[in-house]
Protein backbone atom coordinates (compact mmCIF):
# COMPACT_ATOMS: atom_id res chain seq x y z
CA UNK A 1 0.00 0.00 0.00
CA UNK A 2 1.23 3.50 -0.91
CA UNK A 3 2.14 5.50 1.92
CA UNK A 4 -0.50 8.44 2.84
CA UNK A 5 -1.53 8.51 6.40
CA UNK A 6 -4.57 11.17 7.05
CA UNK A 7 -5.21 13.25 10.17
CA UNK A 8 -7.53 13.14 12.67
CA UNK A 9 -9.13 9.86 11.39
CA UNK A 10 -12.23 11.21 13.16
CA UNK A 11 -13.37 14.63 13.99
CA UNK A 12 -16.08 16.27 15.70
CA UNK A 13 -16.50 20.37 15.48
CA UNK A 14 -18.97 23.00 15.30
CA UNK A 15 -20.31 25.39 12.86
CA UNK A 16 -18.10 28.26 12.51
CA UNK A 17 -14.91 27.01 13.61
CA UNK A 18 -12.23 26.61 11.63
CA UNK A 19 -10.57 22.84 10.77
CA UNK A 20 -7.68 21.50 9.55
CA UNK A 21 -6.92 18.07 8.09
CA UNK A 22 -3.82 16.60 7.36
CA UNK A 23 -2.64 14.12 4.69
CA UNK A 24 1.36 13.02 4.78
CA UNK A 25 2.77 10.61 1.91
CA UNK A 26 6.29 8.95 2.05
CA UNK A 27 6.07 8.43 -1.43
CA UNK A 28 7.72 11.56 -2.68
CA UNK A 29 4.78 11.83 -5.30
CA UNK A 30 4.40 15.22 -6.77
CA UNK A 31 0.52 15.51 -6.62
CA UNK A 32 -1.72 15.51 -4.30
CA UNK A 33 -5.23 15.65 -4.09
CA UNK A 34 -8.22 16.43 -1.50
CA UNK A 35 -11.51 14.81 -2.43
CA UNK A 36 -15.18 14.31 -0.14
CA UNK A 37 -17.21 11.65 -1.00
CA UNK A 38 -21.16 12.11 -0.10
CA UNK A 39 -23.82 9.79 -0.69
CA UNK A 40 -25.43 10.51 -3.93
CA UNK A 41 -22.51 12.19 -5.51
CA UNK A 42 -19.61 9.73 -5.13
CA UNK A 43 -16.50 11.49 -5.21
CA UNK A 44 -15.62 15.24 -5.75
CA UNK A 45 -12.57 17.09 -6.10
CA UNK A 46 -11.64 19.98 -3.69
CA UNK A 47 -8.31 21.06 -4.42
CA UNK A 48 -5.39 19.54 -5.57
CA UNK A 49 -1.20 20.25 -5.57
CA UNK A 50 1.24 19.43 -8.19
CA UNK A 51 4.23 20.47 -6.48
CA UNK A 52 5.11 22.45 -3.41
CA UNK A 53 3.45 25.98 -2.94
CA UNK A 54 1.62 24.66 -6.21
CA UNK A 55 -2.03 24.48 -6.06
CA UNK A 56 -5.43 24.94 -7.74
CA UNK A 57 -9.18 24.15 -7.31
CA UNK A 58 -10.96 21.64 -8.53
CA UNK A 59 -14.59 21.03 -8.77
CA UNK A 60 -16.20 21.74 -5.15
CA UNK A 61 -13.46 24.32 -3.58
CA UNK A 62 -15.76 26.89 -1.90
CA UNK A 63 -15.30 26.99 2.13
CA UNK A 64 -12.33 25.09 1.42
CA UNK A 65 -8.34 26.24 1.19
CA UNK A 66 -4.89 23.86 0.95
CA UNK A 67 -1.19 24.61 1.63
CA UNK A 68 1.23 22.52 0.58
CA UNK A 69 4.81 23.69 1.93
CA UNK A 70 6.48 20.61 1.72
CA UNK A 71 6.09 17.88 -0.95
CA UNK A 72 4.88 15.35 1.85
CA UNK A 73 2.47 17.17 3.60
CA UNK A 74 -0.94 18.47 2.12
CA UNK A 75 -3.41 20.34 4.55
CA UNK A 76 -6.90 21.12 3.61
CA UNK A 77 -8.53 24.07 6.29
CA UNK A 78 -12.06 24.72 6.59
CA UNK A 79 -11.85 28.13 7.82
CA UNK A 80 -15.53 28.32 9.24
CA UNK A 81 -17.28 24.72 9.06
CA UNK A 82 -20.50 24.45 7.88
CA UNK A 83 -22.98 21.40 8.42
CA UNK A 84 -22.99 21.18 4.47
CA UNK A 85 -19.11 20.56 5.12
CA UNK A 86 -19.88 17.11 7.25
CA UNK A 87 -18.60 14.60 4.80
CA UNK A 88 -15.82 11.76 4.52
CA UNK A 89 -12.44 13.52 3.18
CA UNK A 90 -9.87 11.05 0.75
CA UNK A 91 -6.92 12.87 0.46
CA UNK A 92 -4.95 10.91 -2.80
CA UNK A 93 -1.37 10.97 -4.56
CA UNK A 94 0.24 10.04 -7.99
CA UNK A 95 3.50 10.04 -9.18
CA UNK A 96 3.28 11.91 -12.39
CA UNK A 97 0.37 13.54 -14.16
CA UNK A 98 -2.56 12.53 -12.18
CA UNK A 99 -4.81 14.50 -13.74
CA UNK A 100 -3.71 13.02 -17.19
CA UNK A 101 -4.99 9.45 -15.88
CA UNK A 102 -2.02 8.35 -13.95
CA UNK A 103 -3.00 5.99 -11.09
CA UNK A 104 -4.29 7.76 -7.87
CA UNK A 105 -3.67 6.09 -4.60
CA UNK A 106 -6.14 6.99 -1.70
CA UNK A 107 -5.46 7.80 1.84
CA UNK A 108 -7.48 6.01 4.70
CA UNK A 109 -9.75 8.64 4.70
CA UNK A 110 -11.42 11.50 7.48
CA UNK A 111 -14.73 11.54 8.56
CA UNK A 112 -15.93 14.76 9.79
CA UNK A 113 -18.89 15.86 11.75
CA UNK A 114 -20.04 19.63 11.49
CA UNK A 115 -22.91 20.51 14.33
CA UNK B 1 -27.58 14.83 -16.03
CA UNK B 2 -24.22 13.60 -14.49
CA UNK B 3 -20.85 13.20 -16.06
CA UNK B 4 -20.48 9.45 -15.46
CA UNK B 5 -23.36 7.43 -14.30
CA UNK B 6 -23.55 4.22 -12.70
CA UNK B 7 -26.54 1.87 -11.29
CA UNK B 8 -26.08 2.17 -7.46
CA UNK B 9 -27.62 -1.11 -7.06
CA UNK B 10 -27.15 -2.82 -4.95
CA UNK B 11 -26.58 -6.06 -6.81
CA UNK B 12 -27.31 -9.38 -4.86
CA UNK B 13 -25.78 -12.07 -5.84
CA UNK B 14 -24.70 -15.94 -5.55
CA UNK B 15 -21.47 -16.93 -5.27
CA UNK B 16 -20.10 -18.06 -8.09
CA UNK B 17 -22.72 -15.72 -10.40
CA UNK B 18 -21.44 -13.56 -12.99
CA UNK B 19 -22.06 -10.13 -13.09
CA UNK B 20 -21.81 -7.34 -15.28
CA UNK B 21 -21.39 -3.30 -14.49
CA UNK B 22 -22.35 -1.06 -16.85
CA UNK B 23 -20.80 2.95 -16.61
CA UNK B 24 -22.04 5.76 -19.23
CA UNK B 25 -19.85 9.21 -19.54
CA UNK B 26 -21.09 12.14 -21.07
CA UNK B 27 -17.65 13.70 -22.87
CA UNK B 28 -16.77 12.77 -25.47
CA UNK B 29 -13.10 13.99 -25.35
CA UNK B 30 -12.63 11.92 -22.34
CA UNK B 31 -9.26 9.86 -22.88
CA UNK B 32 -8.66 7.36 -19.93
CA UNK B 33 -10.86 5.25 -17.61
CA UNK B 34 -10.73 3.24 -14.62
CA UNK B 35 -12.68 1.16 -11.85
CA UNK B 36 -12.31 1.21 -8.87
CA UNK B 37 -12.99 -0.49 -5.52
CA UNK B 38 -14.11 0.75 -2.58
CA UNK B 39 -14.98 -1.51 0.62
CA UNK B 40 -17.40 -0.65 3.16
CA UNK B 41 -15.49 2.67 5.13
CA UNK B 42 -12.79 2.02 3.42
CA UNK B 43 -10.44 4.57 1.10
CA UNK B 44 -10.85 4.05 -3.25
CA UNK B 45 -8.64 1.14 -4.76
CA UNK B 46 -7.40 0.71 -8.49
CA UNK B 47 -8.64 -2.21 -9.84
CA UNK B 48 -8.02 -2.40 -13.10
CA UNK B 49 -7.57 0.31 -16.09
CA UNK B 50 -9.86 0.24 -19.06
CA UNK B 51 -8.41 0.10 -23.01
CA UNK B 52 -9.74 0.37 -26.24
CA UNK B 53 -9.44 -3.22 -27.29
CA UNK B 54 -10.96 -4.52 -23.49
CA UNK B 55 -8.74 -6.00 -21.03
CA UNK B 56 -8.89 -9.21 -18.98
CA UNK B 57 -7.48 -9.46 -15.00
CA UNK B 58 -8.82 -12.81 -13.63
CA UNK B 59 -12.10 -12.69 -13.18
CA UNK B 60 -12.42 -9.71 -14.35
CA UNK B 61 -12.88 -7.78 -17.58
CA UNK B 62 -13.36 -4.78 -18.26
CA UNK B 63 -15.26 -3.28 -22.11
CA UNK B 64 -14.53 0.24 -23.71
CA UNK B 65 -17.18 1.31 -26.45
CA UNK B 66 -16.15 4.80 -27.38
CA UNK B 67 -19.14 5.22 -30.21
CA UNK B 68 -21.69 4.83 -27.25
CA UNK B 69 -19.53 6.63 -24.16
CA UNK B 70 -20.28 3.05 -22.35
CA UNK B 71 -17.69 1.16 -20.14
CA UNK B 72 -18.36 -2.12 -18.44
CA UNK B 73 -16.73 -4.61 -15.87
CA UNK B 74 -17.67 -8.37 -15.77
CA UNK B 75 -17.07 -10.74 -12.80
CA UNK B 76 -17.04 -13.95 -13.69
CA UNK B 77 -17.62 -16.45 -10.79
CA UNK B 78 -17.76 -13.76 -8.10
CA UNK B 79 -16.41 -14.43 -4.37
CA UNK B 80 -18.20 -13.34 -1.21
CA UNK B 81 -14.54 -11.08 -1.33
CA UNK B 82 -16.04 -9.25 -4.08
CA UNK B 83 -19.09 -7.80 -2.22
CA UNK B 84 -17.90 -3.71 -2.21
CA UNK B 85 -18.80 -0.55 -4.17
CA UNK B 86 -17.45 -0.62 -7.62
CA UNK B 87 -16.44 3.19 -8.90
CA UNK B 88 -16.00 3.80 -12.42
CA UNK B 89 -13.74 7.02 -13.23
CA UNK B 90 -12.89 9.04 -16.01
CA UNK B 91 -10.48 11.23 -17.35
CA UNK B 92 -11.94 14.25 -18.30
CA UNK B 93 -9.25 15.65 -21.15
CA UNK B 94 -10.99 19.18 -21.84
CA UNK B 95 -11.79 19.80 -18.04
CA UNK B 96 -7.86 19.89 -17.21
CA UNK B 97 -7.72 16.01 -17.33
CA UNK B 98 -9.20 15.13 -13.75
CA UNK B 99 -10.58 12.60 -12.70
CA UNK B 100 -14.45 12.26 -12.33
CA UNK B 101 -15.81 9.36 -10.10
CA UNK B 102 -19.12 7.81 -10.84
CA UNK B 103 -21.30 7.27 -7.72
CA UNK B 104 -20.46 3.61 -7.30
CA UNK B 105 -22.35 0.59 -8.10
CA UNK B 106 -22.51 -1.68 -4.94
CA UNK B 107 -22.19 -5.90 -5.11
CA UNK B 108 -23.05 -7.99 -2.55
CA UNK B 109 -22.23 -11.42 -3.11
CA UNK B 110 -24.54 -14.12 -0.93
CA UNK B 111 -23.37 -18.10 0.05
Known amino acids: DAGITQSPRHKVTETGTPVTLRCHQT?????MYWYRQDPGHGLRLIHY???????DKGEVSDGYSVSRSKTEDFLLTLESATSSQTSVYFC??????????????FGPGTRLLVL | RKEVEQDPGPFNVPEGATVAFNCTYS??????FFWYRQDCRKEPKLLMS???SGNEDGRFTAQLNRASQYISLLIRDSKLSDSATYLC????????????FGQGTELSVKP
Open chain 1, 92 to 105: AISESEGLGGETQY
Open chain 1, 27 to 31: ENHRY
Open chain 1, 49 to 55: SYGVKDT
Open chain 2, 27 to 32: NSASQS
Open chain 2, 50 to 52: VYS
Open chain 2, 89 to 100: VVNMKNQGGKLI
